[in-house]
């Protein structure tokens, strides 16, 4: 084989060389996905234990979890204020912010809900969101991950439905 000077490298050294970076700089990319995804699912998971510490901060001050009439189901109907009727908008308890869409990693779906009906202010309330590439635990197939009014918090397989307002 050709060298490229008396003390230098032959072609097939700097290929061996440049495929070994190769398969090093692979290594490290994936190495990053993964802890970025376990970043961003326990960022998820803060949030939403910020969101049960406000909403007891919300209950302490109302007694209820939005006023009746109010559980639109909305983590964000655009009318943030003072002990608001939804809990989801209170700004004395940080929920209005805790909740909202933008404060989460990207491509995750938060889900809102309370059992505040026409009749009845809510005794109950349940708050989802998506996690990025599953969870891993009990249930390693579920997406999201929830907090609800009975303490409750732990991975889920779906989103909750306009009336879940528990985890389980």
């Known amino acids: 084989m050709k ?20 398969v ?4 490290i990319i994936v190495s990053v996905n993964t ?6 699912n326990a960022k998820v998971k803060a949030q939403l234990e910020q969101a049960r510490n406000a909403a007891q901060i919300y209950y302490t001050s109302n007694l209820h979890y939005g006023k009746a009439g109010s559980g639109d189901n909305s983590c964000d ?8 009727d939804n ?16 404060n989460y990693p990207s491509n995750t779906a938060i889900s809102c809900r309370s059992n505040a009906t026409g009749g009845a202010d809510a005794d109950e309330y349940a708050v989802s ?3 990025t590439g599953g969870s891993s635990g009990a249930l390693p197939n579920a997406d999201n991950w929830c ?6 918090s732990n ?12 985890c389980q």
């Open 35 to 40: 802890t970025t995804k376990k970043a961003n």
């Open 24 to 27: 090093l700089a692979s290594i």
């Open 147 to 152: 907090v609800d009014s009975t303490g409750f």
């Open 129 to 131: 969101a998506t996690l």
């Open 3 to 22: 060298r490229f000077s008396k003390k230098g490298f032959t072609l097939i050294e700097i290929l061996v060389v440049l495929a070994i970076i190769g």
């Open 155 to 166: 991975a889920i397989a779906d989103p909750l439905n306009n009336n879940d307002t528990t």
């Open 87 to 102: 809990m989801f908008d209170d700004t004395v308890s940080n929920m209005d912010f805790i909740v909202k869409q933008s």
């Open 77 to 84: 109907d655009g009318t943030p204020g003072p002990n608001a």
